[in-house]
């Protein structure tokens, strides 16, 4: 069954250091997205992406963050200059459509920042 | 409350009840969505239910949706122990599909 991967799955980086977090969405699928949740707390839409462009992003997703997707399989969150509240589990989604479609994730980074 | 938030926040069965989780959201959607995690882990995606449709079966799950109350409920039938899990709701907004998350039910399903 295509589902959505996710590398890695536990990251540690120091303050102030650049991190790459890594998805390869479903084949098929048009429609990006991240998400993260901090521990404890509800799962946050950061932004969406489409035909090499954002959708649309949240207060959340500031200058820090930036997506790409460098190559037809890959999409990437980048996190400029990491600080210690941006310690969260980072979720990548892909759907087929946009609108009434399903989103599948994938298993998640857990991003420590230290 | 804030768009998409469930009710109870923890429930305990034993294995072979039903469990009844209940979602409520503030603005209008275009869709439900149904996420199960197990601990810690990723979301699998459990059910869809679109504005214009009032209930869903997907083997033992049931969800209903409530537009006029703006609830959903998913009910799981015959618990199993490995069903024991936290459950999300989350709402499907706007023209991205942006998902709008619940905090969470945790079940726990005893043996």
């Known amino acids: 069954e295509p589902e959505v991967t996710q590398t890695p799955s536990h990251q540690v980086t120091q303050m102030g250091q650049e991190v790459i977090l890594r998805c390869v969405p479903i084949?098929?699928?048009?429609?990006f997205y991240w998400y993260r949740q901090i521990l404890g707390q509800k799962v946050e839409f950061l932004v969406s992406?489409?035909?090499?462009?954002?959708?649309?992003k949240s207060e959340i997703f500031d200058d820090q963050f930036s997506v790409e997707r460098p190559d037809g399989s890959n999409f990437t969150l980048k996190i400029r200059s990491t600080k210690l509240e941006d310690s969260a589990m980072y979720f990548c989604?892909?759907?087929?459509?946009?609108?009434?479609?399903?989103?599948?994730f994938g298993q998640g980074t857990r991003l420590t920042v230290v | 409350s804030q768009q998409g938030e469930e009710d109870p926040q923890a429930l305990s069965i034993q294995e072979g009840e039903n469990a009844t989780m209940n979602c409520s959201y503030k603005t209008s959607i275009n869709n439900l969505q149904w996420y199960r995690q197990n601990s810690g882990r990723g979301l699998v995606h459990l059910i869809l239910i679109r504005s214009n449709e009032r209930e869903k079966h997907s083997g033992r799950l049931r969800v209903t949706l409530d537009t006029s109350k703006k609830s959903s409920s998913l009910l799981i039938t015959a618990s199993r122990a490995a069903d024991t899990a936290s459950y999300f709701c989350a709402s499907g907004t706007g023209a991205n599909s942006k998902l709008t998350f619940g905090k969470g039910i945790t079940l726990s399903v005893r043996p």
């Open positions: 992406f489409y035909n090499n462009e954002i959708s649309e």
């Open positions: 084949s098929n699928h048009l429609y």
């Open positions: 989604a892909s759907s087929l459509y946009q609108g009434n479609t399903e989103a599948f």
